[in-house]
């Protein structure tokens, strides 16, 4: 586990040097306004409606997702894969959709299953500031789905992890970091880093998640 | 077209004081929008049973107590009228709609002991509707709304032989699948649907009756003046603790004739209609139907010699019960522009107010058995006058109504005795009347502003004064409220929408041996919705009762959460 985690570090601190360098991508304002002078396109008007979606990326991402506080104790640090959807929504905004999967492992004595499937939905905006640019700055909300892995529904519904052997379904919400370093052939490869708190039971649930994603314009 | 039929049910309805109330916060579910209003009591037991009193409404009775010719093709759940499960086909499109109640543990379920919290519990939908081929189009539909499960679930489960519901766990109030045919063009709109459903329905004994319908189907049509509705269900009934089995087979639906585009514009508007039920019971049903059929034949008449004033009636009649329903409006000839003054006359009479219900359900629970009648002798009268204005100044609006209502007769429940089963409570006895004059006065006053279609602001408050036995009223009702609500459009893409509202006390007095207060409180609900209209596309997420206690709202019911509510669709 250590030399992944090495490894995302040393892409973090890369990737905020890289990004200092990195042209402008595909996610900078759209030519609906950016193809004027930088003084008009603050007045010109944007039809909203024609803006929105008028680009359109999908991507994969692979990462970890390391749990804090009180869930340290709870489970261990995860993989996850997933896909992603980006759009134009607004200038210097951009909307997205994540879907991923991670099998967490549980950490806690005592519980009769290894490991939880976790599947987790985020809908979110991206804001291209443009004193951090190629960095995009975002927040949005998180859907998070757990079953325990196990076929032993009704033998231990009261207890500890009794709850996840049904469905388990909670929301909360996100912060992120999207540090776009280098594109080649039309991909966009890069970090996110995403700080998620679930509104759960007797405590709010916080994780850390770090991931590496590949991106590719589909119009 | 095909939404004509009910709105001009609905200008027929007798429910003179409505629209002022609610902003658009999206129901959870078709038929649930009571959950986000308070402009009178609105108290929810379940997706399958809330009581909703408007204030100001008249009588003590709640809303879907009362049978009217608008709710023809709304579901009858044991002796009311829900919406709540809809089979109404949806629009060209498909969807998705996922939500929870907060507070699920995930990962602290694995390190919590002691303390643990309740379950919460989701909602989940899927469905679409094709785009119409020459005329036809083809449909189908999942969708159940686990929300106020989680407490009864441990009692419900043992009473049944499985989870009683396709998806999950939870025990689900309903749990709902359909998929079906239909045919649309400019004269007619027609369509079949079959499905399976799993349903709890909320008796007057305070059970949870588990009714599973395999199948449910339903048609309907839509042609010239005439709205047809027929369904059909075979409906399986148990209760393992006792041993018991049942089935229904029941045809149920209507056959209604219109006034068409002409007639509306006369002085005399004419509709009629016939609704029916015919149920065959083997084994343990427990409710019964009088001869196991009942046909109720109605009319409705509505005359305006002048633009002033206007009556309607709708009248119903069987050899059991008769209803009747009318009112007359005048406008109040004024100077003062943009000024609308309305003085109004209502009448409720009738046997009973749904007429198309069971007539007695059987009781049997530790060593009580008792035959529950629940069709009164005798007859209810309710009678209010009322008085409304409105004006308009700039982009302002506000408008102010008083009433008096008078009520003899309302129904009740005599009870004869309580039986605890656990930590719940159950009743027999039968229903009953006040016998002696129960009357009200009420007053509202609202206040809107509003810029172009980008903002609306709507402030309503309302008080009601009651004089009568309340000691025997179901549900005294809250005494006042207050709703702030407001709705934005930025952009002509973004919606939002407010509602903040506070509701007084409101107390359930017969359905338990200590009567049970619902304790006033404030709510607020929001939805946000992201449109694409190029696309067909919306992204919709509603928060409910986010600043209210989690409460339990009807006797042996179960908690009403904050909860969260997620629905994404693409229109064609």
């Known amino acids: 586990m250590k030399p992944i985690r090495t490894l995302f570090a040393a892409l973090l601190l890369a990737a905020v040097a890289w990004a200092q360098n990195a042209a402008p991508d595909s996610t900078q304002s759209s030519e609906l306004v950016t193809s004027k002078p930088a003084a008009d396109s603050a007045k010109a008007p944007v039809d909203t409606l024609a803006y929105a979606f008028h680009k359109a990326y999908i991507s994969i991402e692979g990462g970890e997702m390391y749990p804090f506080g009180d869930l340290v104790d709870a489970v261990e640090n995860s993989f996850y894969g997933g896909i992603g959807f980006r759009y134009s929504y607004w200038p210097d905004f951009d909307g997205f959709i994540h879907f991923n999967y991670a099998y967490v492992k549980v950490r806690a004595e005592g519980i009769p299953f290894p490991g939880v499937h976790q599947f987790v939905g985020r809908i979110g905006l991206d804001w291209h500031w443009r004193l951090l640019r190629p960095l995009a700055i975002g927040a949005g909300f998180t859907c998070n789905w757990t079953r325990a892995d196990s076929d032993e529904e009704d033998k231990y519904y009261e207890g500890r992890g009794g709850m996840l052997l049904d469905n388990e379904t909670e929301f909360g919400w996100f912060a992120r970091v999207n540090m776009p370093f280098t594109s080649f052939k039309g991909i966009t490869a890069g970090l996110n880093v995403l700080w998620e708190q679930l509104w759960t039971l007797p405590e709010r649930s916080n994780t850390l998640t770090v991931g590496f994603y590949l991106e590719r314009r589909i119009w | ?572």
């Open chain 2, 1 to 572: 077209m095909k939404n004509s039929l009910f709105c001009m049910a609905a200008v027929l309805a007798f429910v003179p004081f409505c629209g002022v109330s609610h902003a658009a916060i999206d129901a959870e579910m078709e038929g649930m929008e009571a959950v986000s209003r308070d402009d009178g009591t609105f108290l929810i037991g379940s997706p399958t049973y809330q009581f909703d009193r408007i204030l100001g409404a008249g009588g003590i009775h709640s809303e879907s107590e009362l049978w009217t010719p608008q709710k023809l093709r709304q579901r009858l759940l044991f002796n009311r009228m829900s919406i709540t499960p809809s089979w109404a086909p949806f629009e060209p499109s498909v969807w998705v709609k996922t939500g929870n109640e907060l507070g699920d543990m995930i990962y602290q379920d694995v390190i919590t002991e002691y303390g643990r919290p309740e379950n919460r519990t989701p909602i989940l939908e899927g469905g679409f509707r094709t785009p119409s081929f020459k005329g036809f189009w083809a449909t189908a539909r999942g969708f159940q709304d686990d929300h106020y499960a989680a407490r009864t679930a441990s009692y419900r489960k043992k009473i049944v032989e499985d989870e009683f519901a396709f998806f999950g766990a939870n025990y689900p109030m309903f749990s709902s699948v359909y998929a079906g045919l239909g045919y649309t063009n400019d004269f007619v709109n027609a369509s079949v649907l079959v499905g399976e459903e799993y349903l709890w329905e909320y008796m007057e004994s305070s059970r949870w009756m588990p009714v599973h319908m395999k199948p449910r189907i339903e048609a309907r049509a839509d042609f010239w003046n005439f709205s047809l509705t027929a369904a059909f269900e075979d409906a399986l009934y148990q209760n393992v603790l006792r041993g018991e089995n049942g089935e229904r087979k029941e045809v149920n639906g209507s056959l209604l004739y219109r006034c068409g585009d002409a007639c509306e514009k006369g002085m005399l508007q004419l509709s009629a209609g016939i609704a029916f039920r015919f149920v065959d019971d083997e084994g343990t049903v427990y409710t019964e139907l009088d001869d196991n059929h009942v046909v109720w034949p109605f009319m409705q008449l509505r005359i305006a010699p002048f633009n002033w004033l206007k009556a309607d009636v709708m009248f119903g009649m069987n050899d059991a019960d008769w209803l009747v329903q009318d009112s007359v409006e005048i406008s109040l000839p004024l100077a003062v522009k943009n000024l609308g003054v309305l003085v109004g006359f209502k009448n409720i009479s009738g046997t009973r107010l749904n007429p198309l219900a069971d007539d007695r359900e059987f009781f049997a629970m530790g060593n009580v058995e008792s035959v529950i009648e629940l069709s009164p002798d005798g007859q209810m009268t309710l009678f209010q006058g009322y008085l409304s204005f409105a004006d308009t100044v700039a982009s302002f609006s506000f408008g102010g109504r008083a009433s008096f209502w008078a009520e003899k007769g309302a129904e009740t429940f005599d009870v004869d005795g309580f039986v605890e089963d656990r930590e719940y409570e159950f009743r027999y006895g039968n229903v009953s009347r006040i016998d002696s004059w129960i009357k009200g006065v009420t007053g509202e006053f609202w206040l809107d502003v509003w810029l172009g279609d980008m903002f609306k602001f709507r402030a309503l408050t309302g008080f009601e004064r009651i004089d009568g036995d309340d000691q025997r009223f179901e549900v005294t009702p809250a005494e006042y409220f207050v709703a702030f609500t407001g709705d934005w459009l930025i952009r002509k893409s973004f919606r939002v929408s407010h509602s903040l509202r506070y509701r007084s006390d409101a107390r359930w007095n017969l359905r338990s041996s200590d009567p049970m207060v619902v304790k006033g409180d404030w709510f607020w609900d929001a939805t946000f919705e992201q449109m694409f209209p190029k696309y067909g596309l919306s992204f919709t997420g509603s928060l409910i009762h986010v600043l209210a206690d989690e409460v339990i709202q009807v006797p042996g019911a179960d908690y009403d959460r904050v909860r969260i509510v997620c629905y994404i669709r693409k229109t064609f």
